[in-house]
């Protein structure tokens, strides 16, 4: 009872050590870019292994010099360690940035780092193409590593975590309504989660360098399809291929994407037929199918098209890059009319289903409102009816309806806020709102590529922080970010 009085509000030194262990992998993937770069032969080895080193050391003093009274973490420093991992990761995932570009901003190179690690895929950099292979890889990677998370990784592979705070750094971190565990400990379901991630990106991997890409192609399109963060090594993105191959197979896996992981482990487990009774995930697959169908209508007999794939495949790729929040677009997408662009802008706030790679407000919340606000019209007619909300068969508690009400009113509230923030900064009303949405939404859709402004490069400094701001923000899905902001969490 002594020790227990004896422990502080916060542990800090805890929470630096983990934070240090950490670091140390981020400095283990920043590794791989300086590789590959040595292999191309590429200059940028040089400004990689620097990075690496200067991550790496600071990692091994944060676990070697600081020595915790207690190794006790529990909810505050769950919360705490998931919100500020994600910016001490995009501020040493920008020393590359720094080191390899020299008239690059500290704005612009955190800004970068924090679109890649939360998946959104926006960017300030020019000229994609004339990257190097280090530079192009460790883009891919940040996303890569932010789509299933970073504390879900360290749940993975430090298990002595397990029972040190990660039920609450899972819940903190995972998306979703309700975090169910597909195995007994959380370490366990992060294994899993993880080792169902890897293969599904090989294989996107493997299914992509049997079209025209090369390994290499391949390897970078897989990460940014699979994370559902939509960074390219090519300006023009996937345009670059021209390839109807191409935008098949990356179709396909930014939907599995998009999809419930823990849906997907059942599937491969033998229990298919489970895994599609979900009604999220037949909601998902067929709203899919019913855009599709209104944006071939809406081209065929309004907008025109000049081929036949702009009436076919660029439509679904279109509709499921927007949906998860993977951004890739099409060529000319911008051109089919103002419907099909509010369209992607809904498709955008709603995004994928919970517990997937994708951004957004998520497809499980949007339902659950719908559900909520048909009991209550149906209430103004019979007062007495007592009804409740249903989701694949089950009664849901009152208190989860709450919650998810609550988090889609304060979602709007961020976005609100976060466009009269640009606004004070100098921007306009159509410009921010939609780069607001985009960044919020994870998405990484410019205001330029909807012909609604100009593209991310156009924003100032403060501009880009409070994008960056509100990227963390949507990733983590508010409550992890907005919990620190309030008086109760730092009182006992």
């Known amino acids: 009872m002594k020790r227990i009085a004896e422990r502080p509000l ?15 992998i981020e400095s283990a993937f920043m590794a791989l870019p300086a590789i590959v770069a040595l292999v191309y032969g590429d200059a940028d080895w040089l400004g990689f292994s620097i990075s690496a080193g200067v991550t790496f050391i600071c990692g091994l003093l944060m676990t070697r010099c600081i020595r915790p009274k207690f190794s006790f973490m529990g909810r505050r420093e769950g919360f705490l360690l998931t919100a500020s991992v994600w910016v001490v990761f995009s501020l040493f995932g920008m020393i590359p940035f720094l080191v390899n570009f020299e008239n690059i901003s500290v704005a612009d190179a955190f800004f970068e780092s924090m679109s890649g690690f939360t998946t959104t895929g926006a960017t300030v950099l020019e000229g994609g193409t004339s990257m190097d292979h280090g530079m192009h890889l460790w883009r ?9 998370g970073i504390i879900l990784f ?8 397990n029972s040190s705070g990660g039920m609450q750094m899972f819940n903190a971190e995972v998306t979703g309504v309700t975090h169910d565990k597909v195995r007994p400990r959380i370490s366990q379901t992060a294994k899993m989660l ?27 399109h897989a990460f940014g399809t699979m994370s559902t963060g939509g960074y390219s090594n090519y300006t023009s993105g996937i345009n670059a291929f021209d390839s109807v191959y191409v935008m098949v197979i990356i179709t396909i896996f930014m939907y599995l994407g998009g999809v419930n992981f823990g849906l997907i482990i059942r599937a491969v487990s033998g229990q298919p037929r489970m895994a599609w009774r979900n009604e999220i995930l037949r909601i998902f697959t067929w709203g899919i199918l019913i855009t599709y169908c209104v944006f071939f209508i809406d081209i065929a007999f309004t907008t025109g098209f000049d081929d036949w794939k702009t009436l076919t495949i660029k439509p679904l790729f279109q509709i499921v890059s927007m949906c998860t929040s993977t951004g890739y677009t099409v060529n ?11 369209v992607m802008f809904v498709l955008m706030f709603v995004g994928g289903c919970a517990g997937s790679t994708s951004g957004g407000a998520k497809l ?12 209550e019209i149906r209430r103004c007619i019979h007062p007495n009816t007592i009804t409740a909300v249903k989701l694949n068969g089950r009664v849901q508690p009152y208190g989860l309806v709450s919650k998810v009400i609550a988090f889609l009113c304060l979602y709007v509230m961020v976005i609100v806020v976060g466009v009269l923030l640009l606004m004070i900064l100098g921007e306009d009303i159509g410009h921010s709102l939609v780069s607001v949405l985009s960044c919020v939404s994870n998405s990484g859709i410019s205001a330029g590529d909807t012909f609604y402004g100009n593209d991310f ?7 880009k922080c409070v994008l960056s701001a509100l990227m963390l923000t949507g990733r983590l899905e508010l409550y992890t970010i907005l919990i620190l902001l309030t008086p109760a969490f730092w009182h006992r």
């Open 140 to 148: 891919a990677l940040t996303q890569w590593i932010g789509g299933m």
């Open 364 to 375: 499980d919340r949007i339902l659950f409102l719908v559900k909520y606000c048909r009991i």
């Open 457 to 463: 490069t156009a924003f100032s400094a403060p501009a």
């Open 10 to 24: 916060v542990n800090y030194p805890m929470l630096i050590k983990t934070m240090g262990w950490l670091v140390l």
């Open 154 to 161: 360290t749940l993975a592979v430090i298990p002595m975590l």
């Open 332 to 342: 000319g997408f911008a051109q089919w009319g103002t419907f099909i662009l509010g």
């Open 194 to 220: 993880w080792t169902t991630y890897i293969t599904l990106t090989g294989l996107a991997f493997v299914c992509l360098w049997l079209g025209p890409m090369n390994w290499f192609d391949s390897l970078c």
